[in-house]
């Protein structure tokens, strides 16, 4: 799809950018002009992908490496944008961890964990983006949730818990925000084509494609395209909204 560069002079920040969803939605951005920071926790590991979309879509993607979950690096991140962009535009908060796990044999690490990458490191960025973008007179926050923060699922009950968070914050934040002139919305992904997806195997895969209307998996490029829209002014009337991508699962 060509939509141009919708995205031209926008600065934005994207987390978990070295694989999946994450590396699209960079490349996406980059492609429609925008300067993107690009977060991983393993430093090095979009290096190359960084200095690659550069140069092939004349823009800037900056690598920059921490944990979402050490506060001070939060701030630290957020700050170095000020420094050298002085203003932000757009905030995915992308990254997250997944670990299924049946009722009675969760435990309290896993749950601490998966709260604190998917929803309190997303509260402390969503926080940390807004104040920027105050002083700039609006943003777009845009935060990852997933089909089963709205379903549920068997085996994910902490996962999902967390993906229901990201849904309730979402619709308090874009409310709170609105008055700033800062939209706040979340996309839903469904089964996307993804290797993590994939590692389930063909038996499991085939029978999660027979619950989706579309009958196929989703592509990281199209949950890029809806985190496109919703980054850009031609979704400048949509906050507070969960936009699912989903192929029409059967539920």
């Known amino acids: 799809m060509n939509i141009g560069k919708i995205l031209k002079g926008k600065v934005c920040f994207v987390t978990g950018t070295s694989k999946g969803l994450g590396k699209s939605i960079v490349e996406a951005f980059a492609k429609a002009g925008a300067i993107v920071y690009a977060n991983d926790i393993e430093i090095g590991s979009i290096d190359h992908f960084a200095k690659k979309l550069s140069e092939k879509y004349d823009t800037s993607v900056i690598p920059v490496y921490f944990d979402i979950t050490e506060s001070q690096k939060c701030k630290e991140a957020i700050i170095l944008v000020k420094k050298q962009q002085g203003k932000l535009d757009v905030l995915v908060n992308n990254a997250g961890v997944m670990k299924d796990a049946l009722i009675?044999?969760?435990n309290r690490p896993l749950i601490?964990?998966?709260?604190?990458?998917?929803?309190?490191?997303?509260?402390?960025?969503?926080?940390?983006?807004?104040?920027?973008m105050m002083q700039n007179n609006g943003g777009s926050i845009i935060n990852m949730s997933s089909i089963v923060g709205i379903t549920g699922n068997p085996g994910q009950t902490v996962y999902s818990a967390t993906k229901g968070a990201i849904i309730s914050l979402t619709k308090t934040a874009a409310k709170e925000l609105a008055p700033k002139n800062i939209r706040v919305n979340a996309i839903a992904p469904g089964m996307i084509d993804t290797d993590?997806?994939?590692s389930i195997g063909e038996k499991h895969l085939a029978l999660h494609i027979s619950n989706?209307?579309?009958?196929?998996?989703?592509?990281p490029e199209e949950i890029a395209n809806a985190c496109l829209f919703l980054a850009s002014d031609m979704s400048s009337y949509v906050t507070g909204h969960i936009l699912s991508v989903d192929g029409c699962v059967l539920v």
């Open 104 to 106: 009675g044999t969760i």
């Open 212 to 219: 989706i209307s579309l009958k196929r998996l989703g592509k």
């Open 196 to 198: 993590m997806m994939r």
């Open 112 to 132: 601490d964990r998966t709260f604190d990458v998917n929803v309190f490191a997303t509260m402390e960025l969503l926080q940390l983006g807004a104040k920027l």
